[in-house]
């Protein structure tokens, strides 16, 4: 599935289905399908999104990607769009995705993310159409017992319900893709994101945190913004060489194009269901993540080292030796880049709440 690049779609266009795509990681990675030449059809209900992002990535690609407004979680919605357009395939971004929301609202993430996937497999299979890219989440490994890990690492039970839910649509899509009697051409692939951060280097489109952040790098945009008074780094006693946790943080474009490698290799793909990191493969503690960012943006952040997080593991970084060999794709972009991003988002934020 490599798309001709031309001014106007003709018919052997690869068209490509993106729930979620006026998110966070939606948004990147339809800038990315775009500026490759595919055509893009956006699904998304704008419970964590604007409608501008679309004119957003217009501005940046010269194309607006087609959209609906659809809740994945109305089957018969879903299957009627779906029946009704002849995708080549889909990436499923629309879920849910705060861990600490998931543990007091367990009933909403399953409905959205684990019923929304179901009632997609369903409407994708009674329309016939092939290929699926699934967002997972290095959070089903847990703390693992070895580092990095691989794909065959064991998983550890889930510590949240959102955690929970993205290993049962793992299970889901697996199951789906691989029963006997699935069609020949029925393809899934499932990505375990490490940690996105950073944004498109336009400035125009980015993450849209609401209320105050859990994640790292929004509370330090946040911070250096003035919005927040300090960053607080949870704990600094673990067995890390700062003793602050250790991720494999990920600028957010080069996860968006691991998507449009895997829509390609789904095409030559032997097994029916196929897992990868998409990590870059280096580990980062909080404490250089902050020099880094004070460094490259030339600020001082406030911050101040209190209590661990409750659920945060120690330390977590990806073998991606199979997404570079097997999916022939690279990270093109390091953390330096990372922190110039998101904190030139941060800023275009700012104008834009203005
Ligand atoms: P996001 O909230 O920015 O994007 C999700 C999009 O899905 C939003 O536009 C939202 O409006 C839409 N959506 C939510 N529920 C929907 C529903 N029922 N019907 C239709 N649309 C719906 O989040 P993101 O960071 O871009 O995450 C995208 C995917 O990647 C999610 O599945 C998330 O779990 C996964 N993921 C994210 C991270 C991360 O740190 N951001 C890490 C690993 C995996
Ligand atoms: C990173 C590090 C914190 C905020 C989460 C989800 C995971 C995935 C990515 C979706 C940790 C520290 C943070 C702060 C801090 N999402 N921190 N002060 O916890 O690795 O992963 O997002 O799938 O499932 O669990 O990311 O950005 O929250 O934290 O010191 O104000 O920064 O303790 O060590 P995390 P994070």
Request: glycine share 8%; proline share 7%.
């Amino acid at each position: 599935m490599s798309p001709t690049t031309s001014p106007n779609p003709s018919p052997s266009t690869p068209h490509i289905l993106v729930t979620g795509g006026t998110g966070y990681i939606g948004s990147h990675t339809v800038v990315e399908l775009i500026k490759e030449g595919y055509r893009v059809h956006i699904l998304d209900n704008l419970s964590n999104s604007r409608e501008e992002t679309l004119d957003r990535i217009e501005q940046i690609t010269g194309k607006r990607p087609e959209f609906t407004k659809l809740d994945v979680r109305d089957a018969d919605a879903l299957e009627d769009h779906l029946s009704h357009h002849d995708y080549d395939g889909v990436i499923h971004f629309a879920a849910l995705k705060s861990v600490g929301e998931s543990v007091r609202k367990p009933l909403e993430y399953y409905e959205n993310n684990v019923v929304g996937t179901l009632n997609l497999i369903r409407a994708m299979q009674s329309a016939g159409i092939p290929n699926l890219v699934f967002s997972s989440s290095c959070t089903v490994y847990g703390q693992p017992d070895t580092l990095p890990v691989t794909e065959e690492t064991p998983l550890k039970p889930a510590q949240s319900p959102y955690g929970e839910s993205k290993r049962i649509c793992e299970a889901i899509i697996r199951d789906a893709t691989t029963a006997e009697g699935a069609p020949e051409t029925s393809r899934s692939v499932l990505l375990r994101y490490f940690n996105p951060v950073g944004a498109d280097p336009s400035g125009l489109i980015g993450e849209l945190p609401t209320g105050v952040p859990d994640n790292l790098m929004p509370f330090i945009t946040q911070t250096a913004a003035g919005i927040r008074d300090e960053l607080q780094v949870f704990g600094n006693d673990y067995g890390t060489p700062d003793g602050t946790p250790v991720r494999d943080y990920i600028h957010v474009s080069d996860l968006a194009r691991a998507h449009i490698r895997a829509l390609e290799y789904m095409n030559s793909a032997e097994e029916p269901c196929s897992v990868f990191n998409v990590g870059t493969g280096e580990g980062y503690s909080v404490l250089e993540i902050i020099q880094t960012f004070e460094k490259v943006n030339n600020l001082q952040l406030p911050y101040r080292i209190t209590e661990r997080r409750p659920g945060d593991i120690e330390q977590i970084w990806a073998n991606n030796e199979k997404a570079l060999h097997t999916l022939k794709w690279s990270p093109q972009y390091g953390l330096k880049e990372m922190c110039q991003t998101a904190w030139t988002w941060q800023q275009s934020l700012e104008e834009l709440d203005r």
